[in-house]
């Protein structure tokens, strides 16, 4: 789950102490330990809750900052929808590294283990988000999608600021979350269907969330993305998060990008694995 256009305190903030390697090839480990080792020094003795994303298999952790989980996503307004390439989360169906990537969350993530067939992972003639840029897609591409809700009263729309109102900035949220492997076959399901949104009982919704891949692993966390990699998120998510991927018509969710309420036109990079126990709680579910 990412974040923009928030205005947040500046002691939030942490100077990248990132070193990119040459274009085009991924970092070395040492990269993804220095930014590690940055997010523990910033996080240190400060208070900060439990961060997102997380290896869905750790069911332990030692952050004692405990907040009331969110309600059902029935009870709130469905407020944002965005996608990330490659899994954040480490889990299930999909727990295949991607690798290091650029270190700034594009090329690194998890991907869906199990096999596609030739026919499936057939190249598409026409781009799947921006053409030869970070954040365009193709077959086989493994993508996280979160469905933020909130517990304001807003109308859904771009960005976590969707998700606020004046009457309300410290709303609670949850993020129901689906892992997707981008498919050429038609006969996949539709992300445009996927991500149809209508009122329900007087609450905004995302109406076709699967309900056949497993039930969600459920735990304490954060918003998520590449810019916490060095620093930690302030804000707390209930995240459900569903074991099983399901396949996707790579078509349909061309379709989506060229035209959506959430103003979404590409994939979003991956925030580093969070494994320090300092910042992640224990899993009940």
Known sequence: MFISRLALP????????????????PVGDDVIAAQRAALAAETAGKGYG??????????GGDNQRAFNAAPAASEMNLCNIHFHKGAEHSGGQFTTYRGNGDGKGYDSGFAYDGDLTEAELAPVDYPVGPTGKKGALEPGDTIEVHYVHTTAQITPGPTLGACLSEAIINPQLRVE???YVLVNDKAAKDFVNLTEIGEVDG?????????????????????????YNEKASPIQVSWSVRPEVTKVYIGSVAEWMKANIFDERKA???????KNPDLISDIDS
């Open 268 to 274: 979003h990079g991956v925030r580093n694995l969070v």
């Open 10 to 25: 500046a002691a939030v903030f942490l100077a990248s102490t990132t070193i990119l390697s040459a274009a085009g090839q």
């Open 177 to 179: 979350t689906q892992v």
């Open 50 to 59: 439990p961060q997102s994303p997380r290896d869905l298999n750790t069911l």
């Open 203 to 227: 609450y905004h919704q995302a109406l076709n969330i699967p309900s056949d891949t497993g039930a969600p692993i459920t735990y304490d966390g954060s918003t998520t993305g590449p810019s």
